[in-house]
Every structure is written in C-alpha cells, then in structure tokens.
C-alpha cells in the first residue's frame, strides 16, 4: 500500500474485476471481452477474479427454487423472434443470471453450485398465484470494486438486499498488514456508518443486521479503515486510516 501512481497493470486489474461482476457499461463489456480473446494475460486477469467470486458461493446453503421459478427466469430471460427462428435472450448479457451463474461457477464447471446459486439469489420467492403480478420490490443487488490511493484493486463487494447478505473478495493488497480492516457504509446525508471488523485475506461473508441493511441499500460508497489490533472504532468515524474506498453501483 505505497503511494505510488496505478500502472497498466492496476488499471487492468480493476477492469477485470468489473467485468468479472458485469458492471461494465455495453461499449466497455465490448471492449474488455475483445481483450480477453486477444490478451491472454488480461483474460487471465478475469479468470482470476472469477475464481475468487466461485469461492463464495460454496457457502450457500442450496435450496430448491419455488414451482414457479424457472417459468419465471425463462418469461424473464426470452422474447419472441422474427419468424422462422428460434426463441432470443430478451437482454442478450441477461445479467443478472449471467453474473450468479460466474459467481457461483467461476472456473470450476460446478454446476450444482451453479443452481444453489440461482436458487437462492435469482429466483427469490414470490406469490404462487400465476395469475396475479406481484408488485416489484425495490431491492436490487449492488457491487463495488474497492481500490487503494494508487489504484489498486483491494477488494469487491456484493450487497444482496434480500438475503442481507454481504460478500467480500478482498486481492493479496491488505494480506500481511499487521492492523485490522475495518468496513465502513458511507452515507447520502454525509458521515460513516460502522459494518464491522473484516478479513482482509480470504474471501468471506456476512449476514447484516436489521440496522445496516436500509443503510447498505441506500450508500452510495464504502470504505476501509486500517485499526489497530483488539481496537473498535466508534460506529460513526474511524480512528486508523482509511486505505480503500468504492463506488456502489446497481448489478
């Protein structure tokens, strides 16, 4: 963590996180997925964060989906086509299957992974009642990717306001720094609101309590601070250093 200027090599790393996540706007997806075909050291910068994003989700419990859950992925995922062809994807990135279907499989091929995955992120459950449209919900997954002062990738975060459910996927940046990373929600309002002590090293997840969940859906950025060991800051400012912040965005 050296205040130095982000090489090619940093700003690589962070576009591949965030291809990874499927974050990218479609002109830079374009873009990033031609640098994976031509580039083998780029892709395999993706198949990297890939590989970390598959580790999460071997700590989902797997579930079966509601009855009428693939019925609603297939209505949601293809639209009619011209005649004499075949059935389209509606959004040919589909991406919010597209990203638990990475997240869970990453590099592995798991596909049961794959489905728990599904099952418990994309295909939420809903009214049994085909007939009735339930109203929509206004929560929607959020990611971000945490960078150093000098650019570097630190972290990625993903918010699902459902489960309450944060994931975290933290690079080698922090690994070794003898301080404890602290997560920290910064406001709309202004101020810091405190999530907790974090690791640093390996990838991790934790369930937020009733407080933190409205306050994770609506931050428009997060933060790391660096503590001292056996230390808690105060739930409102940290005492140490804040080392990495992000942007949160709407998967």
Request: hydrophobic letters at 45%.
């Amino acid at each position: 963590m050296t205040d130095r200027a982000p090489t090619p090599a940093d700003r690589d790393d962070a576009l591949a996180a965030e291809l990874s996540l499927r974050v990218l706007p479609p002109e830079d997806e374009i873009a990033a997925r031609a640098r994976v075909e031509a580039e083998p050291e780029f892709a395999r910068r993706v198949e990297a964060w890939d590989e970390r994003f598959a580790g999460l989700a071997d700590e989902i419990s797997p579930q079966a989906p509601p009855a009428a859950g693939w019925s609603r992925i297939d209505a949601a995922t293809t639209t009619s086509a011209p005649a004499g062809m075949g059935p389209r994807a509606a959004n040919d990135d589909a991406p919010r299957v597209r990203f638990w279907r990475r997240w869970a499989v990453g590099s592995t091929g798991l596909l049961a992974a794959s489905l728990a995955a599904v099952a418990v992120l994309a295909v939420r459950p809903g009214p049994q009642a085909p007939a009735v449209t339930p109203t929509p919900v206004a929560a929607v997954t959020r990611v971000a990717t945490l960078t150093l002062e000098d650019g570097s990738v630190a972290m990625t975060l993903v918010y699902d306001p459902v489960s309450g459910e944060l994931y975290l996927a933290p690079t080698d940046e922090m690994k070794g720094d003898a301080r404890v990373p602290h997560l920290w929600l910064l406001l709309p309002e202004g101020g810091a609101r405190l999530v907790g002590a974090i690791d640093g090293s390996n990838t991790s997840r934790r369930t937020l309590d009733q407080a933190l969940t409205g306050l994770a859906g609506r931050a428009p950025q997060v933060a790391v601070s660096m503590e001292a060991p056996g230390h808690t800051p105060s739930l409102d400012a940290p005492d140490g250093p804040v080392v990495a912040s992000g942007t949160l965005q709407q998967l």
